[in-house]
C-alpha cells in the first residue's frame, strides 16, 4: 500500500471505474447556486471561497493509480473565478435568459478527471447589488449533504468567524474495514435477491436506459402536509408511491434505486462522497392498502439499511458498470435549518440546481426542506417524453395515498388517477382492436378466442409501433394470455 495519500472509498472507486468504461459526463456534475443581494463584500467572499478549499482537501483531490492502488492526490488548484455575466446589448444585462445561458455553461463545463480541478467557484455579477455565486465538483468528491456543509462554512468564513479545524481522516481505509466485516452477510443477503431489473414500463414505453446522458427536469414541490403517514417517514411514502405508480404503469415488478447515506459519524463535517446506491424491490398486489403496502415496503427498506454500506458491486463481483444500477432511481435528503446568513446581505440557496442530464431513464432528486418537499424530476427526454404526465401522476397518488391511506392500491390508481393508462390497459386495447372482441379478461386464452399466427402478428405489429416494445411469437405460445404477455415483458 502507497504511504500518506488516503485511499479512496468504494464508491469512488466504483464512479471511476464508470467514468473510464462508459463514462458519466454532466451526470456527475453537482453545482448549487447562492443567491446575494445587497453590498457584497467581493474579497470577502473570494477568500471564503478559498478559505473552504483549504478545509477540505478532498475539493483539491483527483483519484489516481499510485502502484497499482486508487489514491486520492493533489491536483490542479480549485479556481474562484469572478465574472460578469455575458450580455449582447446594454439593455440585456442580468436578464433572465442570459444568466441561465452563462450558468448553464459553467455547469456543463467539463471536468479534467486525471489532473484536476475537480470544483470551481464563479462569482457572478448580474446587475447592481445582485450576484450568484456557482459551485460546480464532480460527484467523485462530493455528494448531497457535502452541499449543506460547504454552504455552511462558506458563510461562517465571510462572517468572519472561523470553524473549528477538521482532523485528518483516511475515510477510504476505514471504510473497507467496515465492509470487510459486513461483505459476508451481504452476499447471503443480495445473493436471493438481486437480478438485472430488464425493463421498467412507463406510461407505455420500456425503459431499459442505465446510462448517463443529457436530461430534461420537471420541479414541483409536494406541500407539508402531504406524504405523511403514522408510522412511516416521508420518503418511505414517497417511496411507496412511486412504486404504486409504477405498479399502474404496468410492473407486476417493480425495482428502483435509491442514495444511502453512507457516511460515518466522524465525517459529519467533511466534504466528501459517502453514498451508496443500492436496490429496492417489491411486488405490490393491487388488492393491499396503501398502508400495508408501504409498511412491507418500510421493512424491506429496514433489511437493506442493514448492509447499506456495502456496495452491490463488492456483494455481486459479476456486475457490470453502468452510470445508474436500475432505470428508474431516487435520491433524498432532509434539510431542517434555514438557509445559512451571510452578513449584510440577502441569501438564499437553489439546492437542486439542474446538471442538464441525468443517470438511467428517470431520477427523483429530492429535498425534504421546511418548505416543503421539493421533487427535482430528470428524465431521458427520448425514453421519458411525458414526464409532465409522470410527475402529475405522482403528485395526484401522494395526496390521496396521505388523504386515505387504507384505500387499495387498485383503488388509487383506479378511482383517483383515473388518467393513468396502465400496461395492461394497452395491451388489451390492441387485442380487443385485431380479434374484434370486447371485453376480454386478463386470463382469456387468445386461442381460445379465436386466435392464430397472422392475428398474433398483427398484435406484435401494433404493440411495436404503439408501445415501443417487441415482442416474440413464441412468447404468445408460451404465454397466451393478457396477463401472461405482460408479466413476460417484466420477466425480460
Not at 471511476?16 to 456527475?28: F, H, I, K, P, S
Not at 463488492?314 to 445508474?324: E, G, T
Not at 404526465?389 to 396521505?402: C, F, G, N, Q, S
Not at 386461442?447 to 399466427?453: A, Y
Request: hydrophobic share 45%; aromatic share 6%.
Amino acid at each position: 500500500m502507497p504511504a500518506g495519500l488516503p485511499e479512496v472509498t468504494f464508491t469512488q472507486q466504483g464512479m471511476w471505474v464508470t467514468e473510464q468504461t462508459v463514462g458519466g459526463g454532466a451526470a456527475y456534475h453537482m453545482p448549487i447556486l447562492v443567491h446575494l443581494d445587497g453590498d457584497l463584500d467581493t474579497g470577502a467572499l473570494l477568500a471564503a471561497c478559498a478559505a473552504v478549499v483549504a478545509r477540505h482537501p478532498m475539493l483539491g483531490s483527483v483519484v489516481a493509480e499510485v502502484d497499482n492502488e486508487l489514491r486520492l492526490v493533489p491536483g490542479a488548484e480549485v479556481p474562484v473565478r469572478e465574472t460578469a455575466v455575458p450580455t449582447d446589448s446594454p439593455g440585456d444585462a442580468g436578464s433572465g435568459e442570459a444568466v441561465r445561458a452563462a450558468v448553464r455553461e459553467e455547469v456543463l463545463r467539463a471536468f479534467d478527471l486525471e489532473k484536476g480541478p475537480l470544483a470551481r467557484f464563479t462569482l457572478f455579477e448580474v446587475g447592481p447589488g445582485r450576484h450568484l455565486l456557482l459551485f460546480v465538483a464532480h460527484h467523485l468528491v462530493f455528494d448531497g449533504q457535502s452541499k449543506d456543509i460547504l454552504v455552511r462554512d462558506l458563510a461562517a468564513f465571510y462572517n468572519g468567524e472561523s470553524p473549528s479545524p477538521l482532523p485528518f481522516a483516511d475515510h477510504g481505509r476505514a471504510e473497507r474495514d467496515r465492509v470487510a466485516a459486513l461483505l459476508p452477510g451481504a452476499r447471503e443477503f443480495w445473493k436471493p435477491r438481486w437480478r438485472d431489473p430488464g425493463q421498467t414500463v412507463v406510461l407505455g414505453r420500456a425503459l431499459e436506459s442505465r446510462r448517463a446522458g443529457e436530461g430534461g427536469v420537471l420541479r414541483f414541490t409536494v406541500d407539508p402536509s402531504t406524504a405523511r403517514t403514522p408510522g412511516l417517514t416521508r420518503f418511505e411514502v414517497l417511496l411507496a408511491a412511486l412504486h404504486t405508480l409504477l405498479l399502474g404503469y404496468g410492473n407486476a415488478a417493480v425495482t428502483t434505486a435509491v442514495d444511502l447515506s453512507t457516511r460515518p459519524p466522524e465525517a459529519a463535517g467533511h466534504v466528501g462522497l459517502f453514498v451508496n446506491e443500492l436496490p429496492v424491490a417489491s411486488s405490490p398486489s393491487p388488492e393491499a392498502t396503501f398502508r400495508e403496502f408501504a409498511g412491507a415496503l418500510r421493512a424491506e427498506l429496514r433489511e437493506v439499511y442493514r448492509f447499506r454500506q456495502v456496495p452491490l458491486s463488492r456483494a455481486m463481483p459479476r456486475l457490470r458498470p453502468h452510470a445508474a444500477l436500475v432505470p428508474v432511481s431516487v435520491s433524498y435528503r432532509t434539510r431542517r435549518d434555514a438557509d445559512p446568513v451571510f452578513a449584510g446581505l440577502g441569501a438564499s440557496v437553489e439546492w437542486t440546481v439542474f446538471n442538464h442530464a441525468v443517470r438511467g431513464a428517470l431520477h427523483l432528486q429530492c429535498v425534504d426542506g421546511p418548505g416543503g418537499l421539493e421533487i427535482s424530476l430528470r428524465h431521458d427526454p427520448e425514453t421519458v417524453p411525458d414526464a409532465a404526465r409522470v410527475a402529475d401522476d405522482l403528485r395526484l397518488l401522494l395526496e390521496r395515498a396521505t388523504h386515505d391511506p387504507d384505500l387499495s392500491l387498485h383503488e388509487l390508481l383506479e378511482n383517483e388517477m383515473g388518467s393513468v393508462t396502465t400496461l395492461t390497459d394497452q395491451v388489451r386495447e390492441i387485442w380487443e382492436e385485431v380479434l374484434g372482441i370486447s371485453p376480454i379478461a386478463d386470463d382469456d386464452d387468445i386461442f381460445d378466442l379465436g386466435g392464430h399466427s397472422l392475428t398474433i402478428t398483427q398484435i406484435i405489429a401494433r404493440m411495436r409501433k404503439r408501445l415501443d416494445i417487441e415482442v416474440s411469437l413464441d412468447a404468445f405460445f408460451d404465454n397466451p394470455t393478457i396477463a401472461g404477455i405482460v408479466d413476460s415483458l417484466g420477466d425480460d
